[in-house]
């Protein structure tokens, strides 16, 4: 079946590193996809959203790139602070405006100061 | 604007008995997604309600779970007769229109249940 999934569970960085995160997904028809931050014992928040128009966006210290040809996600953290420390979801949502969106399983990105 | 809200936040039930779920979208949200995750994996869909309705419960056991959103009122995930396998985290998410990349689902700090 179609699924989302990520390359690394837990990913180990230090304070002021880059941090890329990435995801594979098996859904060509996906035409919108969204980051997410997840800290201990809270919901999911909106980090940043790509459509498959586009295959950079940037935000602030993140940028979200899209390689449509090999179905891949990836979300880099610039300067990568102990805040950040968290999991991180990847979602996609499928053509025709589908509202439903498909979780990956998620990285737990552990910075250390 | 409080945001999504949810409670419980937790709740512990013993095998048999009900579990009642509540949600509460942000202001001006008429749009509700129920989610439930399991440790170390990602959300899994159940219901998605627009007031009064149920518009899918695709993602949604047949057997003794069921949902509303009242015309007045949270909206309420209901588990009746609850296993051990339903221990996980549910969580709540609302949009002012059909999410998508248009309106952006908002999510709850969740309510972790755990049966005993």
């Known amino acids: 079946g179609e699924s989302v999934g990520l390359h690394l569970p837990t990913l180990s960085v230090q304070e002021g590193d880059n941090s890329i995160i990435n995801c594979a997904y098996s859904?060509?028809?996906?035409?919108?996809f969204i980051w997410y931050k997840q800290e201990s014992g809270k919901g999911p928040q909106f980090i940043i959203d790509i459509r498959s128009n586009m295959d950079k966006r940037q935000g602030q210290r993140v940028t979200v790139l899209l390689n449509k040809t090999v179905k891949h996600l990836s979300l880099q953290i610039a300067a990568t602070q102990p805040g950040d420390s968290a999991v991180y979801f990847c979602a996609e949502e499928g053509s025709g405006g589908s509202y439903i969106p498909t979780f990956g399983r998620g990285t737990s990105l552990i910075v250390h100061p | 604007n409080a945001g999504v809200m949810q409670n419980p936040r937790h709740l512990v039930r013993r095998r048999g008995q009900e579990a009642r779920l509540r949600c509460s979208p942000m202001?001006?949200?008429?749009?509700v997604y129920w989610y439930r995750q399991l440790p170390e994996e990602g959300l899994k869909f159940m219901v998605y309600?627009?007031?009064?309705?149920?518009?899918?419960e695709s993602g949604m056991p047949k057997e003794r779970f069921s949902a509303e959103f009242p015309k007045e009122g949270p909206s309420i995930l209901r588990i009746q007769q609850v296993v051990r396998g339903d221990s996980a985290a549910y969580f709540c998410?609302?949009?002012?229109?059909?999410?998508?990349?248009?309106?952006?689902?908002?999510f709850g700090p969740g309510t972790r249940l755990t049966v005993l």
């Open positions: 859904n060509s028809a996906s035409d919108y």
């Open positions: 309600l627009q007031k009064e309705n149920i518009i899918d």
């Open positions: 202001k001006g949200h008429s749009h």
């Open positions: 998410a609302s949009s002012e229109g059909v999410a998508g990349a248009y309106n952006e689902q908002f």
